[in-house]
């Protein structure tokens, strides 16, 4: 029963890590998207963040159904029980995190001022890498059973809500210095709901931090200081 | 204080340093836990642990083998019942065992009420028929063979006679039912009928079991022992330990590590 059961956990961990790995993949080429600067962005990378969400989709149904098989079949308990739940938790985050990345690139297809864009495209790209470190160190907390990285990606958090009313301050100061029109405020909104997407992303990272520290210690620190 | 044993207030009973000794060999060391009234408390580990060995200590069975010492206290609602006749132990504490075992030569309603013949205590027919019906009510045994309480025990089922054996530890309405592995030896559904009663007779019994399946310790108690090598390991409540056990000796028997 042991042998079943551990080979059943690792296939499960070894399509966890493959879906994070996609989902680590979206952030590097939304990253890279950022730092060029272009707006819209080239048709071949939207295919590629397309091809890999359908694969981010297909993988959380498949760990979804190996979970639950897992636990009617093996009835784990313990450290299994609280990784698989864990790993539950967390697959539900990365999908969202997929899907944010997804909104990123339609987001940056509706800009229709470049200027507007490049005003506050530098507070977009260190907020935009700052949520990506708290999704990569928290997938990491998770696989590696590393505390200190599940502990840093929560108190992070705060960064990067302080990045996201920063933003909404230089948003109103910029829409102050550019000629009011119809494309002027559909980029501002667009470009609002953007960092948006990306403090929310960062959230999701605090998720999987959390989802980390129950699996590590068996406690539920959600809504509770770590 | 071990941190790995969870106190209990006011337990129904307690074992202070209790040590039981094969010659030489110690089988159950310096084991000091208290039980919550009306619960069940499932005691686990591997074979060899000293699960049987502890829950035939707390009825005095050992006391029948010359070469077995048994040392501690065992208090029972106030009273050090290792200074107690062992008569009056097992009116207080009934017990039933792996293999069903009716008296074979009795009748199901005899065997009820064995105990009371065999401890010669008399009783009026009223009183007996009393008895029977309501031990056999309690173990949801009075429907099936209310109409044949003169037939031998042993023409029941496998799980009709160990409930039979739960009725017979019942008639004396003792206040602790300790069991050994009662569904070992039955199928799956003698045995889901077990545990549902056990989790109906907790209403008005303390039950302690001993068990090889986690499942259904998981399943059944409210508090969880682990024994390991004769030493009482953690002793929490069962959802708290399987999930997230203190002692990493409780962590990798629940794991399957080693069993």
Sequence with gaps: MTIKKDEALSKIMDEFESMANKVLEQLDLLEHIFASGEIPVIQSRMEQMDENEKCIDRLEMKIDDRIIQSIVLYQPVASDIRKLFACFRIITNLERIGDYSINLIHFLNRIKQQEIYDQLLDMIYTMFVSSSQMVKKSILSFVKEDRELAIWTIQNDVVVDEMNRKMLKKVISTRKTIEEGKNSLISFITIKEMVDNIERIADHAVNIGEATIYFLEGRDIRHNEP | ?259
């Design chain 2, 1 to 259: 204080m071990n941190e790995n044993i969870l106190q209990i207030t006011d337990p129904v009973l307690s074992l202070h340093d209790l040590t039981v000794a094969y010659d030489t060999n110690k089988a159950v060391k310096n084991v000091s836990v208290g039980f919550r009234k009306n619960s069940v408390t499932a005691i686990m580990g591997p074979s060899g642990c000293g699960k049987s060995t502890l829950l035939r200590a707390i009825n005095r069975m050992h006391e029948l083998y010359e070469n077995i010492t048994t040392t501690g206290q065992i208090i029972l609602n106030g009273t050090d019942i290792t200074q107690m006749p062992t008569i009056q132990v097992r009116r207080r504490m009934g017990m039933v065992f792996q293999r069903p075992n009716p008296f074979p030569t009795m009748s199901i309603y005899d065997n009820v009420i064995a105990g009371y013949k065999l401890n010669g205590i008399r009783l009026k027919k009223g009183e007996k028929d009393d008895i029977v019906e309501k031990s056999l009510t309690d173990v949801t045994l009075w429907d099936e063979v209310k109409d044949s309480l003169f037939k031998r025990g042993t023409f029941l089922s496998g799980g009709q006679q160990q409930r039979l054996c739960i009725a017979r530890a019942l008639a004396f309405s003792p206040e602790i039912i300790l069991l050994d592995e009662p569904t070992s030896a039955l199928d799956p559904i003698a045995t889901s009928k077990i545990e549902d009663l056990l989790v109906h007779l907790k209403e008005n019994y303390t039950i302690i079991l001993v068990t090889h399946n986690m499942a259904q310790a998981a399943r059944i108690s409210d508090y969880s022992l682990f024994m390991y090598l004769g030493d009482l390991v953690e002793y929490d409540k069962t959802k708290k330990m399987f999930t997230n056990p203190r002692d990493r000796r409780t962590e990798e028997y629940l794991t399957g590590k080693f069993g």
